[in-house]
Every structure is written in C-alpha cells, then in structure tokens.
C-alpha cells in the first residue's frame, strides 16, 4: 500500500459506534422562506496529518483548558489545546509513535469522552482512541480483498447463569461452501476489556481476511469471548472467575454445534493476550490432551505457576517427549519494552534444555499496547494447523 492509501484508509477511523464516521451535524435554516435542514462538517476529534503527525479537536466553547494524555507506553505526553474558532479547541503533535493509542481528553481538569472522536472499551469504561499508522500497517488494515464475516452469537454460562455474548470470525466463503468444515481459534482478550476489542481494537477480522487472502494462513473460524465468569459474592483475584469451565464446558459446545468447525484438538487453537495469555496457557495445557493443541500467549508470563494467579501446570512440563506430542505449538510472544521478556526467555531456555520443549518466540517493538498484540496474532495464526 501507498503511504497515502495507508494514511486515508477507513480502519484508522472505525469504532465500535460508526463504521463509516460521519463527522457532520445538521443545522436548521430558512431558505427561500421555507424550513430546511443543512449539513455541515465538523472536525475530526483525532486526524491523522503524516505518519508521527495527528490534530486533536474538542468542542468546547465554554472551557477554560482542554488537554490530551495518552496511557503511558508509546504515548506518554500530555498536549496542550489551544482555543480556535466556533468553540473548537486544537493542537497537532508531530512526535507521535506508531501503534494503537488509548487516550484521554480532559476540560477544565475533568476527564471527558470527545464525541468526535473514535470510541472503545478499555480499562472498563468507554474511553477515547486513534491509530498511528507506519509504512508496515498493511496488514491489519482494510483491503480489497474477500472478507469474512463477524458474528455476535448467544450462549448461555453454567457457571453464573448469565448469557454471554461471543463474536465469531467466519472466513470469506463460509456461507457459500457449506460442505466445508473449519478449524477454530479462540483467542482471548485482556483486563479491563471485553469480546469487542480483538474486532474494533485488535482489527483482527482484517488481519485474517489480509491474510487469507495473501495464501499466509489457514482459513480457520476465530471466537473472540468475553473472558469474565463472575459469580456474585465470590471474590476473586486475578482470574475473573470459572473461565475455564464455561469455555470448555458452555462456549466450544456450543460453537461446534453452532458452525460447521473440525471438532478435535488437532483442529483447536487457544490464544490470548495479557490476562488472556493467562487463560490461554492454563485453559490450553490443562486441556492439552482432549481440547486444544496450539497455545499462544501474548504478553504474558509463562512459567510451572501463575505469578498473580493461582493456576498451576506443572505437570503439562514433567514429560518433554509427551508435551511436544500434545502439544503442537507453544507459541510466546511480548514486546520489547514490557517486563516479563528476560524471565519468559529464562523459562523457556529452562524447559528446552532440561525437556526438550521447543517454543516459538516472537517479540515487537512496543509496550503492553494493541499494536504489539496485531504482530503476535498475525505471527501466531501463520503458525496454526499447518
């Protein structure tokens, strides 16, 4: 893709409230003495200007100061709007790095939503974000190639009863060739998330049609659930409750019924990033010898035990020769800005010496941030049922 075809491509802009943005507003007037309605544009809250260059817009004619943060990492300055015309505020910085930004506008102090600008979830509240494209973007960005559908489908926990709502990547084609059975992915995503962020967040869906498209992956089915499984008044550490239990026990039957998937572990991959590496490693090894047989963890902690859990699969690493035949793929990958590097290095230098367990490593340049986790999805699904 062209620098511009990748600085004007729809992706950048896409949220889980507009598909195509719509930045206008509708006036009232008097015309010809009769009552019409006008559009007109208003600003982009986020515009991408050049790659390291994006405006920031909020409206707010009453404010006395407007900023905007980023959430550390790759974004860690604060930007100082400065009042301009009809009530608009403004700056443009030209030291933004690549990746996906999670930021924060506030107004007179008061941290505030910016309606003009793309919305998601993260950190467990609806909060502002933009992309910052670079030269290698391509690949989770909106192509002219076939596209596969996503699907919000229904089911119900046995552990709290509640219905969950999954969304369900199914390859270009699906619907046409309906003799044709497919592996699964499901992939998981982090603290303070939910389903929604491997699709608006992650762009995933483009990443596999890029993908597919491109002869680089199988086609494969990808769920991307909702990893809590809270029970009311059980009180819970890191893991957010039974996960395990409804995935394996309510969520893959469901889907194996539900699609057209190859339902054995040798057609079965579980990945995940941040508390969702966490699921991923537990769910996929204690399940390694009936449910799955490729694991991904992306950004976060391997080792015998969990660090901030109370997870334990020990026993997954006590026969190397038993591992490397139930399991398929250990697939690790981090970025290379965040903690947990030096010690999955030391772990899984540890496990090949003294087991024979090989695993694929991958590491981005990055923080604990989106952009790092598109790489490790794209590097990991390449991988998959080959």
């Not at 860690?76 to 009042?83: A, N, T, V």
């Not at 391509?138 to 002219?144: G, K, V």
Request: glycine share 10%; proline share 4%.
């Amino acid at each position: 893709m062209t620098k511009e075809e990748i600085l004007k491509n729809q992706a950048l802009v896409q949220h889980m409230l507009f598909f195509s943005p719509l930045n206008k507003k509708p006036t009232f007037e008097m015309i010809g003495g009769e009552p019409k309605i006008q559009y007109f544009d208003e600003k982009e809250g986020i515009r991408v200007l050049d790659f390291g260059k994006a405006e920031f817009n909020f409206l707010a004619p009453e404010a006395k100061s407007v900023t905007v943060k980023g959430w550390g990492g790759s974004m860690p300055k604060e930007y100082e709007l400065h009042k301009t015309e009809n009530g608009y505020w403004q700056a443009v910085a030209d030291d933004i790095l690549p990746g996906f930004h999670y930021c924060d506008f506030y107004v007179d102090g008061v941290r505030c939503v910016n309606p003009l600008a793309p919305v998601g979830y993260g950190s467990f509240r609806v909060c502002n974000f933009f992309e910052m494209p670079a030269e290698d973007s391509a690949f989770w960005l909106l192509q002219n190639v076939p596209h596969g559908d996503v699907r919000m489908e229904l089911y119900r926990s046995g552990v709290n009863g509640r219905v969950k709502a999954c969304f369900v990547y199914t390859p270009p084609g699906y619907d046409e060739h309906p003799e044709k059975r497919y592996p699964v992915m499901y992939i998981q995503h982090g603290v303070g998330e939910n389903e929604t962020g491997w699709v608006w967040q992650g762009k995933l869906n483009y990443i596999a049609d890029n993908l597919i498209a491109e002869g680089r992956c199988e086609e494969m089915i990808i769920v991307m659930n909702s990893g809590y499984a809270f029970v009311d008044g059980e009180i819970n550490m890191f893991l957010p409750g039974d996960f395990e239990k409804e995935l394996t026990e309510d969520c893959i039957p469901f889907i194996d019924i539900r699609f057209r998937t190859l339902a054995d572990k040798d057609h079965r991959a579980i990945a995940g990033l941040s508390l969702g590496s966490s699921q991923a490693f537990s769910i996929g090894l204690h399940h390694r010898k009936d449910l799955f047989s490729y694991v991904g963890v992306f950004s976060g902690g391997v080792g015998y035990k969990g660090m901030f859990d109370d997870f334990d699969v020990s026993d997954a690493f006590e026969d190397g020769g038993a591992f490397n035949r139930e399991i398929r793929l250990l697939f690790v990958s981090w970025g290379t800005h965040e903690p947990m590097g030096d010690q999955n290095v030391k772990f899984l230098d540890e496990i090949e010496r003294t087991r024979g367990i090989h695993a694929v490593r991958h590491t981005h340049e990055g923080w604990h941030e989106w952009d790092v986790w598109r790489y490790a999805a794209a590097a990991y699904m390449q991988l998959l049922f080959r």
